[in-house]
């Protein structure tokens, strides 16, 4: 039989199955279930965070992968959470209260295309490719969805002042303007993928995170919301670290061109100059 091996297959089913996640979560939005919207897109964050480390551990890497990634999570992150907000609390705000989602889901394509097209850029510094730049999609997608994430927090304990507030459009419509503008920013965002760990941090590390996810089952609408509140809180130390690595490899640059010897400088003569 001729055809692809089934791990190069195993990578796109994953991305098809958070694709339908993302389509699952506009169809609790239109029946006004939320909390299941949310789940079914942190679902669809969840697998895209994996299809591409799988693909990668398989050696199932290709460019139609890479496009259909892409576009699953226009789907997702970009469509998705502004369809949500819209029907939380901009459905019945104005002619204008449209214009945030459309800002957002727009911006969000914009990013993806920026990302895809870096991938080409072979004259990047190494050190760039620790940041992403500007938001990535699944986080831009959980920022953007703080109000609902609030909101359903408040809700469940009673807060219904803030219940309120977080249903306010005002408060949609900033989350979404916000959130666009750090999508399609130059902002130097940590990646995480080559993430270096020191070895005493390694044991505390694996236990706040045993931490957060024990949270996150028992109140995962108050560890939602402050994971976004953290997110944001990490932003200008990424950076002040992008920043730092790039003072310290435009000094070493500097070294090595002084180390140079003038000699090696000097232009060779051919023989009928040196005549």
Known sequence: MRGPSFNRVIPNMLTMLGLCAGLSGIRFGLEHRFSHA???????ACIDGLDGRIARMLHGTSRFGAEFDSLSDFVCFGVAPSFLLFLWSLDHSGRYAF??????????ALRLARFNASLDDEEKPEYSYNFFTGVPAPAGAGLAMFPIFLGLECKKLGWENLEAFARAPIV????????AALLVSTLPVWSFKNFKIPSPYVLPLMLGTGIYAAVLVADPWGALAAAGVIYLAMLPFSRRSFHRLRAEAEAMSEDVEEDVPESSSRPTLQPEQRA
């Open 172 to 179: 949609a419509a900033v989350s979404l303007a916000l959130t």
């Open 99 to 108: 214009v945030p989602c459309v800002m957002f889901t727009v911006c969000m």
């Open 38 to 44: 949310a789940v079914a897109l942190l679902i669809a």
